[in-house]
């Protein structure tokens, strides 16, 4: 929501009338024939539809575009990461694409169509005209970004798909979609990346802008005008991958701003063990942090030199043990499974090094998805792991794990440390030991893990007994209808 209130701020600021759809995706199952016929219906008095996506929903970009197409004759522009690093692909979809930071192009390109003027040459967008691809240079990343409008947050022309439906968005419409029924306001202090992760589309984004500075940040002051304005929400959450690229000084300035002015709990997200600082923790602490999330994304010394990922397994626990001592509220950690390269070894690594970070805490699991543009991208199309873009790679949802035994270690940790529990290093052992995998004995094991957890939560075992023999019904009729292999 935030770059589409930004992208909308900018046009608004130009007299553009704008109106914003926004589109939730159920994976895997296609748009509601319903839902895409309230779309059009919206759409119909549009002179120009943007669509933003990112690579995840490339074919649900593809289904509203072809929607849209089949009825309305008015030109459809992609937009968001994807399209930047995949232009040529989207253009067969789309009649144009922004390749690169949108807000100034899009300004140009809707003022000149209002003006009635030729469009093709606009710096920063590429085009499909009788078949031929018009490639127009990109345009040079905004340095200042407090010259960009404060995002459009009113509710006016706004919409939301909700239970099949696109209704108008309201304040009592997103609080229900929040977490724990509280408004959480989402903004970006910064934008860019130091880092150059071979898994993470920052680092396809960079080449595209070879010696320009790429980490730039908003005065804090722009930030905590934005803040006033949604004062109503219940919680901020700053999605930033360098929050902490400010300095000491200009944190513990917000800070005692934001006590005095905001005074809301907030959530910082994109930690990195690498950018991590006590010191601005200690502060944003005391400025109301009650969520942290650093991304830890494995404890494999092989898998980290893949991802270009520098950090020790040493500094991992020494910083959970410090975010541990501010008893924080919740404590993420962010941690990527499904990895084709890892071996079992490289992935006990990572289980291991979780049993030794102090409790409780939340555990983040991400599927390995691998986007174009990266080096794992190429790197898996060389080996011979994607054949088909859109089975193989992008179009995956990354909370849809495989089914493996060490990913339900990891599913089991999660339910552990988020209750304040810990599989020790000990137990960990045992359950990842070949020997006793050999022997089958792990299961045992791993059975007794999950009924010590049982315990820890206090289930009554007649309500565990009365779970098993549902779950045994289902499997019965299930197989009854022969979809057995389906259903496991």
């Known amino acids: 929501m935030y770059g589409m209130g930004t992208l909308s701020a900018c046009l608004k600021k130009e007299g553009h009338n704008v109106q914003i759809i926004i589109m939730p995706a159920n994976f895997p199952e296609k748009y509601p024939k319903e839902s895409l016929n309230e779309l059009v219906e919206l759409s119909k008095n549009s002179e120009l539809i943007g669509i933003s996506l990112m690579s995840v929903f490339f074919k649900y970009g593809i289904q509203i575009t072809q929607a849209l197409k089949s009825t309305l004759n008015v030109p459809v522009l992609w937009g968001g990461i994807h399209p930047t690093v995949q232009p040529e692909e989207c253009l067969e979809y789309a009649d144009m694409v922004c390749v690169g930071e949108g807000e100034e192009a899009l300004v140009e390109l809707v003022t000149t169509m209002e003006n009635g003027q030729n469009y093709y040459d606009i710096i920063g967008i590429w085009f499909k005209e009788n078949g031929k691809i018009i490639k127009n240079a990109i345009r040079p990343l905004i340095q200042n970004l407090d010259t960009i409008p404060l995002p459009d947050n009113d509710y006016e022309n706004k919409y939301i798909l909700s239970g099949g439906h696109i209704r108008a968005i309201n304040e009592g419409l997103l609080t229900k979609y929040s977490a724990k029924g509280k408004l959480t306001y989402k903004t970006m202090p910064t934008r860019g990346c130091l880092f150059e992760c071979t898994y993470c589309c920052n680092s396809a984004f960079k080449k595209l802008y070879?010696?320009?500075?790429?980490?730039?940040?908003?005065?804090?002051?722009?930030?905590?005008?934005?803040?006033?304005?949604?004062?109503?929400?219940?919680?901020?959450?700053f999605v930033d991958d360098h929050f902490f690229s400010y300095s000491e000084q200009e944190i513990e300035d917000f800070c005692k701003k934001y006590k005095k002015t905001i005074n809301l709990p907030l959530q910082v997200l994109g930690v990195t063990p690498t950018t991590f600082n006590q010191k601005k923790l200690a502060l944003l602490v005391d400025a109301g942090l009650n969520y942290f999330r650093i991304g830890i994304q494995t404890g494999s010394e092989n898998t980290k030199k893949l991802y270009k990922r520098s950090h020790s397994n040493k500094r991992v626990i020494n910083i959970a043990k410090v975010v541990h001592e501010f008893k924080i509220r919740r404590v993420s950690y962010d941690i990527i499974i499904d990895n084709p390269w890892e071996s079992d070894d490289d992935i006990i690594e990572t289980l291991m090094l979780l049993t030794k970070l102090p409790v409780p805490y939340?555990?983040?699991?991400?599927?390995?998805?691998?986007?174009?543009?990266?080096?794992?991208?190429?790197?898996?199309?060389?080996?011979?792991i994607i054949t088909d873009e859109l089975t193989d790679d992008y179009c995956g949802d990354f909370y849809v794990y495989k089914?493996?035994?060490?990913?339900?270690?990891?599913?089991?940790?999660?339910?552990y440390t988020i209750r304040g529990k810990i599989l020790s290093p000990k137990m960990m052992s045992l359950l990842?030991?070949?020997?006793?995998?050999?022997?089958?004995?792990?299961?045992?094991?791993?059975?007794?893990?999950?009924?010590?957890?049982?315990?820890?939560?206090?289930?009554?075992?007649?309500?565990?007994?009365?779970?098993?023999?549902?779950?045994k019904r289902q499997l019965l009729l299930k197989t009854a209808y022969k979809t057995c292999d389906k259903a496991n």
């Open 403 to 415: 089914k493996t035994y060490l990913n339900k270690l990891f599913l089991l940790m999660k339910k």
């Open 362 to 384: 939340n555990l983040n699991l991400f599927s390995l998805r691998l986007y174009p543009g990266t080096a794992l991208y190429e790197m898996a199309k060389s080996n011979g």
């Open 432 to 471: 990842t030991s070949r020997r006793l995998r050999r022997l089958k004995l792990h299961w045992l094991l791993y059975g007794i893990a999950k009924m010590k957890l049982i315990v820890i939560c206090g289930i009554p075992l007649k309500d565990i007994k009365k779970k098993y023999k549902k779950k």
């Open 210 to 237: 070879p010696n320009q500075n790429h980490i730039r940040k908003r005065s804090l002051d722009n930030v905590l005008r934005e803040l006033m304005e949604v004062k109503n929400a219940g919680r901020i959450k």
